[in-house]
């Protein structure tokens, strides 16, 4: 039977928005209540948290174990290496990659990715290539032979730092797949890189608290369209942090 990990990745450091992993949330650490979102996953075997060995990351593993959470610590700057020591510590024949800013996450966009990665037999999944979901609803899956691979074959900074960029390269060579919204909702931001994204994000929390964890993209849908007031100026470019690494890596041409 096919095992299927998802690997958080965060760190404290962020340049934007530093700590934000642990800002309160709803009464919890942002990153705990994700966790929290992606456990409801009906495809997903077991959840760790990815974050680095640098010592500005003691917080965030002491509070993940903490929670009880399962926690993999590798390089801080080299995300691919810090990949494959998670992957080499707990298994598994696929992995779902998340990021530490998504708290909003969907547990069933998940598995809809993950299943159209089983369906099609690709070596690599999203619902980013092209982005069609809201910002901060970012799935990406991928086999452990293909992480394997993408560790062999990637070379340049920004392919080391941002784990799938060379998976999804023409260079790869791999079998991809992209699951798609039912409508382009990608203008929207439910991502957290400034603090005016948290703020954002804590009224629609606030706003579902009823529903726990357990209220999905459509809620939210249907949350922002009744209340302009819930998510109106949090406006910042998508994917910022890849583009600014791509920028400053002069192997890469522009």
């Known amino acids: 039977m096919t095992r299927t990990i998802a690997f958080i990745q965060a760190r404290m450091s962020s340049s934007r928005f530093p700590g934000k992993v642990l800002a309160d949330l709803g009464g919890q650490p942002m990153i705990e209540y994700m966790r929290s979102r992606v456990l409801l996953s009906q495809r997903i075997d077991k959840v760790v948290v990815v974050t ?4 500005s990351d003691d917080a965030l593993a002491e509070a993940m174990e903490a929670a009880g959470a399962d926690v993999s610590r590798g390089s801080l700057d080299d995300v691919l290496s810090r990949f494959i020591t998670a992957a080499d510590s707990f298994g598994g024949d696929v992995i779902v990659r998340l ?14 990715v993950l299943d159209l990665r089983e369906a099609t037999g690709a070596d690599y999944c999203s619902n980013v290539a092209p982005p069609t ?3 901060g609803l970012d ?17 340049s900074g920004p392919e080391r730092e941002h ?10 060579g791999l079998k991809l797949a992209n699951h798609e919204c039912i ?3 990608s203008a929207l931001r439910w991502t957290v890189d400034y603090p005016d994204d948290l703020e954002v994000i804590r009224r629609i929390v606030a706003a579902e608290a009823e529903a726990g964890h357990r209220f999905d993209m459509f809620d939210i849908f249907r949350l922002t369209q009744c209340n302009g007031k819930i998510a109106p100026a949090n406006r910042h470019e998508r994917n910022e942090g890849l583009l600014r690494s791509l920028a400053a890596d002069s192997s890469v041409p522009e």
């Open 52 to 55: 680095s060995t640098e010592p």
């Open 99 to 112: 990021t530490g800013d998504c708290p909003l996450i969907d547990p069933t966009v998940i598995d809809a």
């Open 133 to 135: 979901f809201p910002d």
């Open 139 to 155: 799935i990406e899956c991928f086999t452990r032979a293909t992480l394997n691979r993408a560790a062999a074959g990637a070379k």
């Open 163 to 172: 784990v799938t960029l060379w998976m999804r390269s023409a260079d790869a």
């Open 183 to 185: 409508v382009d909702a």
